[in-house]
Nanobody, 120 residues
Framework: QEWLEASGGGLVEAGGSLNVSCVIS????????VGWFRQAPGLEREFVAA????????HYADSVKGRFTISRDVAESTVYLRMDSLIPEDTAVYYC?????????????WGRGTQVTVSS
């Protein structure tokens, strides 16, 4: 059975950093690329970053390129999103999902996200 669980969000000041994590079921982790998405109030959910199954390739939305870093830990079946130089526009609920079609098409249903709030 495939499942993903995002965590690690919080409140941070503009210019600060935050790490969010996505723990994934083992079978899904070893099969699929994984991506992060976010949804701000009143807006549609948008792609943020993705990493291939083996971690050799990454892809970022232009809005976060150079500020966010996606990585994965095989031993922990976890994908991380390191967010630096945060700005208020990064405020959103962040979700992780498997990638159906590289690099930005999500695969499965949406699980619970984690709230990230950046204060100005």
């Amino acid at each position: 059975q495939e499942w993903l669980e995002a965590s690690g969000g919080g409140l941070v000041e503009a210019g600060g950093s935050l790490n969010v994590s996505c723990v994934i079921s083992k079978s899904a982790y070893t099969t699929w690329a994984v991506g992060w998405f976010r949804q701000a109030p009143g807006l549609e959910r948008e792609f943020v970053a993705a990493i291939t199954r083996a971690g050799e390739m990454t892809h970022y939305a232009d809005s976060v390129k150079g500020r966010f870093t996606i990585s994965r830990d095989v031993a922990e079946s976890t994908v991380y999103l390191r967010m630096d130089s945060l700005i208020p526009e990064d405020t959103a609920v962040y979700y992780c999902n498997l990638i159906f079609k590289w690099p930005e098409t999500p695969r499965g249903p949406w699980g619970r996200g984690t709230q990230v709030t950046v204060s100005s």
